[in-house]
């Protein structure tokens, strides 16, 4: 099946710093979602980018479905920003579920 | 959009019980999700219904476990005689399928449970 992964798988950074989360995949995908993981374990949808580049805020994301890698970027972290973020993969041959990556963990300090 | 409701938030219980989770998507969505996720990875599939009919289900779904969509809106999922292993955050997600397009999968805050 397809492999999702996610680099780094933990980063520290500095209260400001900005960020760049990636995701690879190995086959192609008609869908890709990433999501942040609060500290109290819920899922929250940041941006549904099969490809492309869009902009939320200090959150930003690129997808490259060609090259089979997405991107996002954090600017201007706040402690708030901490958490687990994953992207999620739905592959051409199922329609119906998607595929989580092991996440990267962000922690941001004060 | 008052978002996907689960219940409960949390569930302690001895080994060989069995337990029920209930999951209330997004009331315009027709597609209904499983996931569970355990300490440290991301969430991993279950089970989908599109409206009461269960369309797939992962071979992590043994024997004991069921789920339902009796009228297409609510959705339970029963774990019986659980086992140690069965610790685990249960997540549910729902989306809006329509004209072959699959919309975002929107989640609830889960149910941990914890057997003892």
């Known amino acids: 099946g397809i492999q999702v992964e996610q680099s780094p798988p933990d980063l520290i950074l500095q209260e400001g710093a900005n960020s760049t989360l990636r995701c690879n995949f190995s086959?192609?995908?008609?869908?890709l979602q990433w999501f942040h993981q609060n500290p109290w374990g819920q899922l929250i949808n940041l941006f549904y980018?099969?490809?492309g580049t869009k902009q939320n805020g200090r959150l930003s994301a690129t997808t490259v479905a060609t090259e089979r890698y997405s991107l996002l970027y954090i600017s201007s972290s706040q402690t708030t920003d901490s958490g687990v973020y994953f992207c999620?993969?739905?592959?051409?041959?199922?329609?119906?579920?998607?595929?989580f990556g092991s996440g990267t963990r962000l922690s941001i300090r004060p | 959009d008052t978002g996907v409701s689960q219940d409960p938030r949390h569930k302690i219980t001895k080994r060989g019980q069995n337990v029920t989770f209930r999951c209330d998507p997004i009331?315009?969505?027709?597609?209904l999700y499983w996931y569970r996720q355990t300490l440290g990875q991301g969430p991993e599939f279950l089970t989908y219904?599109?409206?009461?009919?269960?369309?797939?289900k992962s071979r992590l779904l043994s024997d004991r476990f069921s789920a339902e969509r009796p009228k297409g809106s609510f959705s339970t999922l029963e774990i019986q005689r659980t086992e140690q292993g069965d610790s685990a955050m249960y997540l549910c997600?729902?989306?809006?399928?329509?004209?072959?397009?699959?919309?975002?999968?929107?989640f609830g805050d889960g149910t941990r449970l914890s057997i003892l």
């Open positions: 980018i099969p490809s």
């Open positions: 997600a729902s989306s809006l399928y329509s004209r072959n397009i699959n919309q975002p999968q929107h």
């Open positions: 086959d192609s995908v008609n869908n």
């Open positions: 219904f599109q409206n009461e009919a269960q369309l797939e």
């Open positions: 009331s315009e969505h027709n597609r």
């Open positions: 999620a993969v739905r592959v051409y041959s199922s329609a119906s579920k998607i595929i």
